[in-house]
T-cell receptor
């Protein structure tokens, strides 16, 4: 059974810092990996999707990498801002699973002004 | 283009009552999903559908039912509500193997 782990559960950094959020998964037979952002009391917003054949994806100040063989992904946020404060969830889509996602519990990020 | 919409936003139920959570998407996605999110936890899949007339159980289906009569709508039915069903419920939709788009959620409290 696929398990997705995100550690630590919470992170606090000063504004302007570059930071890395980690995600690990147990089954490397994945179709893709997705990073989502969730603001308090809101739904999830997709940030980046990395196909299993890709190594990384970039969008603005965000860069996500994927290492299938080691079961790891990282989300890099450059020059963090207070507006980046949110919970970041990682989810994997297992091959042959009808596009179902398995989620980690998320990392709650706080960026201090 | 409204994306994925959910109603109601918030509801309080008494133990044993029933209700239907509504979900509609206007992106013509084949796939739709229902998740629940408990505090400090990730999302758990309740039910999903790969097209009109086709539904299947996810990880935590007990106490819930779904139907999919149209591409756009995927209602979630709670029968005999229990305190363990207190949660935030999210509906999502996607094309196969593509990004999932989420609704704003329904917060349910069972007392």
């Amino acid at each position: 059974k696929q398990e997705v782990t995100q550690i630590p559960a919470a992170l606090s950094v000063p504004e302007g810092e570059n930071l890395v959020l980690n995600c690990s998964f147990t089954d490397s037979a994945i179709y893709n990996l997705q990073w989502f952002r969730q603001d308090p009391g809101k739904g999830l917003t997709s940030l980046l999707l990395i196909q299993s054949s890709q190594r990384e994806q970039t969008s603005g100040r965000l860069n996500a990498s994927l290492d299938k063989s080691s079961g790891r992904s990282t989300l890099y946020i450059a020059a963090s801002q207070p507006g980046d404060s949110a919970t970041y969830l990682c989810a994997v889509q297992v091959t042959g699973a009808n596009s179902k996602l398995t989620f980690g519990k998320g990392i709650t990020l706080s960026v201090r002004p | 283009n409204a994306g994925v919409t959910q109603t109601p936003k918030f509801r309080i139920l008494k133990i044993g009552q029933s209700m239907t959570l509504q979900c509609t998407q206007d992106m013509n996605h084949n796939y739709m999903y229902w998740y629940r999110q408990d505090p400090g936890m990730g999302l758990k899949l309740i039910y999903y559908s790969v097209g009109a007339g086709i539904t299947d159980k996810g990880e935590v289906p007990n106490g819930y039912n779904v139907s999919r009569s149209t591409t756009e709508d995927f209602p979630l039915r709670l029968e005999l509500a229990a305190p363990s069903q207190t949660s935030v419920y999210f509906c999502a939709s996607s094309y196969p193997k593509e990004t999932q788009y989420f609704g704003p959620g329904t917060r349910l409290l069972v007392l």
